[in-house]
């Protein structure tokens, strides 16, 4: 049987206590192959809307994301793993294939990771469900192994 080698963890969040979970998982794993963690923040769509109406203003969401990235960056480096971040929109009124789960495994591409976690359990806050959507079909359709916690 072939050893399993991971050198990046990506893990999706969307500042809610399940994602911060996952952050704790992918930390574990990363540091138990010698990897690295990348934490890919998620807007959801009631986030993006929000924002394309002008309701939320822009540097306020980023600095949400920001503060929450930064918690991220706290418990990656209580273990001494290496973490970069991101964000990117789960959600558009102009491309109709856009999906959380496109999102996590489009990024998971394109940075070569070798290993994905996502939350599964639902949202204490419903208006971030955007991680609940994505696992499913993270689950279904990724190439790398998945963690569902």
Avoid at 44 to 49: C, L
Avoid at 112 to 132: G, H, M, Q
Wanted: net charge negative; glycine share 4%.
């Amino acid at each position: 049987m072939a050893e399993l080698e991971v050198d990046l963890v990506v893990v999706p969040i969307d500042g809610s206590e399940e994602s911060e979970t996952a952050v704790e998982y992918a930390v574990t794993i990363a540091d138990s192959y010698g990897a690295a963690v990348h934490a890919l923040y998620v807007l959801g769509e009631p986030t993006v809307r929000a924002i394309d109406r002008g309701a939320v203003d822009e540097g306020d969401v980023a600095d949400d994301t920001e503060a929450f990235s930064d918690r991220v960056t706290e418990i990656a480096a209580d273990a001494d793993v290496e973490i970069s971040t991101s964000i990117a929109a789960g959600f558009s009124t102009e491309v109709k294939t856009l999906h959380p789960g496109t999102v996590v495994l489009d990024t998971a591409e394109q940075l070569a990771a070798d290993f994905i976690v996502v939350p599964r359990e639902p949202a204490t806050d419903a208006e971030s469900d955007v991680l609940e959507k994505a696992a499913e079909y993270v689950l279904l359709y990724a190439s790398q192994p998945v963690l569902s916690v």
